[in-house]
Protein backbone atom coordinates (compact mmCIF):
# COMPACT_ATOMS: atom_id res chain seq x y z
CA UNK A 1 0.00 0.00 0.00
CA UNK A 2 1.37 3.16 -0.97
CA UNK A 3 1.78 6.52 1.81
CA UNK A 4 -1.50 7.75 2.93
CA UNK A 5 -2.58 10.71 5.26
CA UNK A 6 -6.30 10.53 4.73
CA UNK A 7 -8.64 7.69 5.49
CA UNK A 8 -12.37 8.18 4.75
CA UNK A 9 -14.82 5.86 5.25
CA UNK A 10 -18.11 5.12 3.79
CA UNK A 11 -20.67 2.57 5.75
CA UNK A 12 -24.43 1.61 5.47
CA UNK A 13 -26.65 -0.76 6.35
CA UNK A 14 -30.16 -0.22 5.19
CA UNK A 15 -30.99 -1.40 1.82
CA UNK A 16 -31.67 2.61 0.22
CA UNK A 17 -28.47 4.05 1.68
CA UNK A 18 -26.26 0.98 0.18
CA UNK A 19 -27.72 1.87 -3.46
CA UNK A 20 -26.88 5.86 -2.60
CA UNK A 21 -23.71 4.91 -1.53
CA UNK A 22 -21.10 5.15 -4.79
CA UNK A 23 -23.20 8.28 -5.23
CA UNK A 24 -21.71 9.44 -1.69
CA UNK A 25 -18.21 8.45 -2.54
CA UNK A 26 -18.22 10.08 -6.05
CA UNK A 27 -19.78 13.55 -4.51
CA UNK A 28 -16.54 13.50 -1.64
CA UNK A 29 -14.33 12.70 -4.20
CA UNK A 30 -16.10 15.72 -6.35
CA UNK A 31 -15.45 17.77 -3.22
CA UNK A 32 -11.61 17.05 -2.45
CA UNK A 33 -10.52 17.55 -6.57
CA UNK A 34 -7.05 18.57 -6.34
CA UNK A 35 -6.56 18.25 -2.47
CA UNK A 36 -6.16 14.71 -2.03
CA UNK A 37 -5.07 11.42 -4.54
CA UNK A 38 -6.96 8.05 -3.68
CA UNK A 39 -3.72 5.24 -3.00
CA UNK A 40 -5.87 2.88 -2.25
CA UNK A 41 -9.42 1.14 -1.49
CA UNK A 42 -11.06 -2.07 0.53
CA UNK A 43 -14.78 -2.67 0.04
CA UNK A 44 -15.88 -4.70 2.72
CA UNK A 45 -19.56 -5.93 3.46
CA UNK A 46 -20.53 -7.65 6.76
CA UNK A 47 -23.79 -9.35 7.80
CA UNK A 48 -26.08 -10.70 10.44
CA UNK A 49 -29.80 -11.97 10.38
CA UNK A 50 -31.12 -8.68 10.38
CA UNK A 51 -28.76 -6.25 8.55
CA UNK A 52 -26.28 -5.64 5.78
CA UNK A 53 -23.55 -3.37 5.90
CA UNK A 54 -21.49 -2.42 3.07
CA UNK A 55 -18.47 -0.06 3.71
CA UNK A 56 -15.63 1.76 0.94
CA UNK A 57 -12.92 3.06 3.01
CA UNK A 58 -10.54 4.98 0.81
CA UNK A 59 -6.82 5.72 1.62
CA UNK A 60 -5.76 9.16 0.47
CA UNK A 61 -2.34 11.07 -0.06
CA UNK A 62 -2.68 14.87 0.54
CA UNK A 63 -2.07 16.31 -2.87
CA UNK A 64 0.59 18.69 -1.85
CA UNK A 65 2.91 15.91 -0.24
CA UNK A 66 3.25 13.96 -3.18
CA UNK A 67 6.45 13.91 -4.75
CA UNK A 68 6.78 16.18 -7.81
CA UNK A 69 8.66 14.60 -10.48
CA UNK A 70 11.25 16.64 -13.11
CA UNK A 71 8.74 18.76 -14.80
CA UNK A 72 7.12 20.08 -11.48
CA UNK A 73 3.71 18.29 -12.18
CA UNK A 74 2.39 16.01 -9.28
CA UNK A 75 3.22 12.23 -9.35
CA UNK A 76 0.24 9.87 -9.36
CA UNK A 77 -0.59 6.76 -7.57
CA UNK A 78 -0.74 3.62 -9.79
CA UNK A 79 -3.33 2.01 -7.68
CA UNK A 80 -6.17 4.50 -8.75
CA UNK A 81 -7.02 2.74 -11.73
CA UNK A 82 -8.66 -0.46 -10.53
Same mark, same amino acid.
Not at 2 to 23: I, M, Y
Not at 44 to 59: A, G, M, P, V, Y
Given at each position: ????? @?? /? %?? =?????? #???? &?????????????????? @?? /? %?? =?????? #???? &??????????????????????? =??????
Amino acid at each position: MSRFD @VV /K %VF =SATKAR #ERVA &LGERVTEWLAEQRGKVVV @VD /K %VV =SQSSDN #EFHC &LTITLFCSNWKSRPEDSQGRRER =SHSQNG
